[in-house]
């Protein structure tokens, strides 16, 4: 490894990475959901849902929180409303995500109801079109999870609109997720108002594997999750964009920032050299809910990578 050799985005593409917060719908990209609207006007000329690019052109990436789930609620539920759609933005997620050099992904979804197809339908498309591809490994929300384990489910999410919900009512079902032998991670203080105390505590009580986000807590808290030594996924474009930090994008296809770019942002913020990107790496290999044999694999990947580029 070259510590004298200036970090840039060659580096942190080729770099395997680990992508361990990442969600269905919002890793889309825009051009998929262009697509996706292009094939309703064919069939429906007189759509009335709004072409993709227009509402967000491919430049624009200073949304806010509210306007993500804004966006998410009136138009791109309207663009994945059937299995055809579904498989075909997942394999672009897929595609996209592994170009990017992500060597492990868990990509997490809530199974939904439409046009007369079940959740596990649902699921299960999901779970086919990843068959096609490597690396397999999926991250599906808690609905079937413990059923599908040996097709690839690895763990259940807590997530969603943080200002929505009392998350005390999950408590039971991620117990018995957990006593199934499923990792478990969370939306942990994601905006201030899912950051009071009695969210926070009731949410450390779950016995959580890893955090997602991790933006508004207090110092006490802080010191807690250091003394469980709890993982962390920090998503900086994506929080950054709401109005900072591992190298988890959440929602790439709004924010617009693969994780490659969350890597590059790291090394330039923060100060941190080639070598130091790749420690992150490891570290990240030892967070993921995927088994012994999927960690040797991205471990003897990165010993390569760092032989490659000494």
Known sequence: MGPSKP????????????????HL???????????LWKRKKYINPDCSITDPLVMMPPDKVDYTLQTFFQ???????QLCDNLESLAYAANSVLEDFCADGVRYLEIRTIPREFHGKTRAEYLSTVLDTAATR???RQWISVHLAIANRERGVVGVDLCGDP????????????AHAK?????LTVHFAETPVSGTRRELDALLDFRPDRLGHVIHVPEDIKEEIVRLRLGLELCMSCNVHGQLIEGGTDDVGFFCSPVSNEYLLAA???????????RICEKSVDMIFGGNDEKNRLHRLLTDFKRSDA
Do not use: W
Request: contains cysteine.
């Open 7 to 22: 970090v840039d985005r060659d580096f942190t593409i080729a770099l395997p990475k680990v992508e361990l917060h990442a």
């Open 179 to 183: 006593a199934h032998g499923l990792g």
């Open 163 to 174: 200002t929505k919900g009392d998350v005390t009512m999950y408590r039971d079902a991620f």
């Open 71 to 77: 966006t998410f609620s009136t138009f791109i539920y």
């Open 134 to 136: 490597q690396p397999r």
């Open 25 to 35: 719908n919002g890793s889309t990209s825009r051009q998929c959901l262009h697509e």
């Open 268 to 278: 330039q913020h923060f100060g941190i050299d080639r070598a130091g990107l790749v």
